[in-house]
């Protein structure tokens, strides 16, 4: 699934492009979604001018003097800014059609990703409820700490929850957790104050590195320029089950925590 660092990545692609683009019209081929794409959305963002590209959490927001258009990628979407329009294949689902000709395209083989219009976004069902940036000044070692206090819940999965802090999934949380020698099993309630600053930390660099290297490629996750992510290769336990840790060489164990896919050091994290 595209995580926080694939969406920055697409949102720092798309936004010089759209910026300043005129919406003449929106194509959709196929509405059943997520959820479903409402019949009045391209009426509502025709003729609309971009304004901005940003991001709160996993969704891309676009906005439009009438308003905003949430994008979620799902499991396995992509968006691509074609400067010429090209025949679209079995799982493009839909198009922004721009006056300049450009088209800006939803690929998603799942149909798990989803598109929405709303005037008050900091309102919208699927944002008003999410816990802060991971990259923001709001998310400190001592709001964690606050905040996980007698949790009972494993700490990765404490990470994973959107209400919490948004943005942080699977990979990331393991590698986050690896780097600050926090073993993802432990309870969250059951960690020290004062590690939970350089669990902070570790979870802004790793978050930081990735955006830098475009995300992380397992599948399907593209940029907005068509071009892979290169974060995999940075990847320290994630996907190396019996692999040597880096730091001790202890074979990297592997389990489900919360039925994700879990990497770590037994050695190393504690």
Known sequence: ?????????????????????TIAAVTVRQPNLRWPVETTLAKRVRDQRVSAVTRRGKYLLI???????????GM???LRYLEKPTVPSQHDHFDFVFTSGA?????DPRRFGSLHFTTTPQDHWLLKNL??????????????????QRRRVTIKQHLMNSRIVVGIGNIYASEALFRAGI??????????????????????????EAIQAGGTTLKDFVGADGR????????????????????CATPIKHRLLGQRATYYCPQCQR
């Open 76 to 78: 396995s979407g992509s």
């Open 228 to 247: 892979p992510g290169y974060f995999e290769r940075e990847l320290l336990v994630y996907g190396r089950k019996a692999e040597p840790c880096v730091r």
């Open 131 to 148: 816990g802060p940036e991971p990259l923001g000044d709001e998310f400190t070692g001592e709001y964690l700490w606050k905040i996980s």
């Open 63 to 73: 906005t439009t003097e009438g308003g905003t258009l949430l994008i979620h990628l």
């Open 183 to 208: 073993h993802p099993k432990r309870p969250a309630g059951r960690i020290a104050r004062h590690r939970f600053g350089p669990l902070v930390g570790a979870i802004q660099a790793v978050l930081n």
């Open 1 to 21: 699934m595209p995580e926080l660092p694939e969406i920055e990545t697409t949102r720092l692609g798309l936004e010089p492009l759209l910026v300043g683009q």
């Open 103 to 107: 088209r800006l395209r939803f690929t």
